[in-house]
């Protein structure tokens, strides 16, 4: 499996210019594209929406080689209820650390070195003081799992993830496709996942051919498909094929040909401005600002 890739994770953004500001101005990312649609994504990339929506890729570099966070903004909805399915992403950047200091960013110290603070919308994220131990700062992505051995049979021998650590006794599995991507950590809680409405997907590649074979594989294992087999398009952009998974628990997970992907991907030397027209264009803030001034009024 050697020639999968982990890609991004999905947010549901409420607040694009806070949002924009915890990603660029705290983390040090970069907008790599942004994209605009006029009617929901045929495989829900933004949550069971069907209204205009963008997309904003943010990375600390292009996305061939670089896991991303994928912003996903509703026009109109204002915030989402969160689970506890989410548990954080886990960046190892001094300079984060640093930025948020400067900002007066809330940093919590939860361990030597190890800093906890979250983006808007309540999405956990944690800083290490140090520099990456690899090219990418991103190391790993943790989601709340109710039965790790059913969860480390679903990613490791259905999807094919190594397992790099295991610990029955903290509940914990850290997983991957490659030694210096992001990983996975499942981490086991008492009781349900519960995705409320905030609920994030994760993205991974795969070589276009594989597609219809993981889709077979997933269908006589009986797991579920939320969305089989499509094909979506961005405007002026390549046209990806993928299908999206979900796992004993319900995390959303999107597998994508790779090739199509990498051309869709290219970082885009306008995305930085294509987000500041959004967010200038965007009147949907001062129409809330005025609705809640009203209602405080009232």
């Known amino acids: 499996?050697?020639?999968?890739?982990?890609?991004?994770?999905?947010?549901?953004?409420?607040?694009?210019?806070?949002?924009?500001?915890?990603?660029?101005?705290?983390?040090?990312?970069?907008?790599?594209r942004h994209e605009e649609f006029e009617e929901g994504c045929k495989a829900t990339c933004n949550g069971?929406?069907?209204?205009?929506?963008?997309?904003?890729?943010?990375?600390?570099?292009?996305?061939?080689?670089?896991?991303?966070?994928?912003?996903?903004?509703?026009?109109?909805?204002?915030?989402?209820?969160?689970?506890?399915?989410?548990?954080?992403?886990?960046v190892a950047s001094s300079q984060a650390v640093s930025n948020a200091r400067k900002l007066k960013w809330p940093l919590t110290e939860i361990a030597d070195g190890v800093f906890e603070t979250e983006a808007p919308g309540g999405y956990k994220f944690y800083l290490r003081n140090?520099?990456?131990?690899?090219?990418?700062?991103?190391?790993?992505?943790?989601?709340?799992?109710?039965?790790?051995?059913?969860?480390?049979?679903?990613?490791?021998?259905?999807?094919?993830?190594?397992?790099?650590?295991k610990n029955e006794e903290k509940q914990r599995a850290l997983l991957g496709y490659a030694d210096n991507q992001c990983k996975l950590e499942l981490q086991g809680i008492q009781g349900a996942v519960d995705h409320a409405a905030a609920f994030g997907r994760i993205a991974f590649s795969c070589p276009q051919k594989e597609l219809p074979d993981l889709e077979d594989l997933m269908k006589r294992e009986k797991q579920k498909i939320l969305t089989p087999l499509v094909s979506l398009d961005t405007?002026?952009?390549?046209?990806?094929?993928v299908v999206i998974l979900a796992d004993p628990d319900g995390h959303e997970i999107c597998f994508v040909g790779d090739e199509a992907f990498r051309k869709l991907s290219k970082m885009?030397?306008?995305?930085?401005?294509?987000?500041?027209?959004?967010?200038?264009?965007?009147?949907?803030?001062?129409?809330?600002?005025?609705?809640?001034?009203?209602e405080e009024a009232g």
């Open 1 to 32: 499996m050697e020639t999968r890739r982990a890609l991004h994770f999905v947010f549901k953004v409420g607040n694009r210019f806070q949002t924009a500001r915890f990603f660029r101005d705290v983390l040090g990312m970069k907008v790599l």
């Open 48 to 90: 069971p929406y069907d209204g205009k929506w963008s997309k904003t890729m943010v990375g600390f570099g292009p996305e061939d080689d670089h896991f991303v966070a994928e912003l996903t903004y509703n026009y109109g909805i204002k915030n989402y209820k969160l689970g506890n399915d989410f548990k954080g992403i886990t």
């Open 130 to 165: 140090q520099s990456p131990p690899q090219s990418d700062p991103v190391l790993k992505v943790t989601l709340a799992v109710s039965d790790l051995q059913k969860s480390l049979n679903y990613w490791s021998n259905l999807l094919g993830m190594k397992v790099y650590e």
């Open 235 to 241: 405007p002026g952009k390549a046209t990806v094929q």
């Open 268 to 294: 885009d030397p306008t995305g930085n401005q294509l987000l500041e027209d959004a967010m200038a264009a965007d009147k949907s803030d001062e129409w809330f600002a005025k609705r809640i001034k009203r």
